[in-house]
Nanobody, 123 residues
Framework: VQLQASGGGLVQAGGSLRLSCVAS????????MAWFRQAPGKEREFVAG????????GNADSAKGRFTISRDNAKNTVYLQMNSLKPEDTAVYYC?????????????????WGPGTQVTVSS
C-alpha cells in the first residue's frame, strides 16, 4: 500500500486542521487505518484508529474529545479532524495501513506507512 498524507501546517493554539491520507495499491476497504505522530525527541505514538468500514474508532487519551478519525472508502481516503489544537500536538503525523480489518494501537499491526506531514501549533 502506498500512502500520501496532506493537510499539515502551522496553526495557532485553539485552531483546527484536517489531515487527509490517500491510499493506493490494495483494496482500501479491506484494512483498518490509523494515525500516529512523533514529536521531536519522542517516540512515535498512536493517535487514532478506525476499522475497515468505519464501524469502530478509537483515540489516544491525548486526542479524546478533540480529534476525530473518519474514512471514505469510495475515495480511498482517511481523515483526521483536529480541533482545539495545543502546542503539545506539534509533531509529524503519519497515516498507517493495518494488516488487519480491525485496528489496534500497536505499531506492529501496521505494515504500510506514509511519509508524514508536519503539524506545528504555536502558543
Amino acid at each position: 500500500v502506498q500512502l500520501q498524507a496532506s493537510g499539515g501546517g502551522l496553526v495557532q493554539a485553539g485552531g483546527s486542521l484536517r489531515l487527509s491520507c490517500v491510499a493506493s495499491g490494495r483494496t482500501f476497504s479491506n484494512y483498518a487505518m490509523a494515525w500516529f505522530r512523533q514529536a521531536p525527541g519522542k517516540e512515535r505514538e498512536f493517535v487514532a484508529g478506525i476499522d475497515w468500514n468505519g464501524g469502530r474508532t478509537g483515540n489516544a487519551d491525548s486526542a479524546k474529545g478533540r480529534f476525530t478519525i473518519s474514512r471514505d472508502n469510495a475515495k480511498n481516503t482517511v481523515y483526521l479532524q483536529m480541533n482545539s489544537l495545543k502546542p503539545e500536538d506539534t509533531a509529524v503525523y503519519y497515516c498507517a495501513a493495518s494488516r488487519s480489518p480491525l485496528y489496534s494501537a500497536s505499531q506492529a499491526g501496521f505494515g504500510s506507512w506514509g511519509p508524514g506531514t508536519q503539524v506545528t501549533v504555536s502558543s
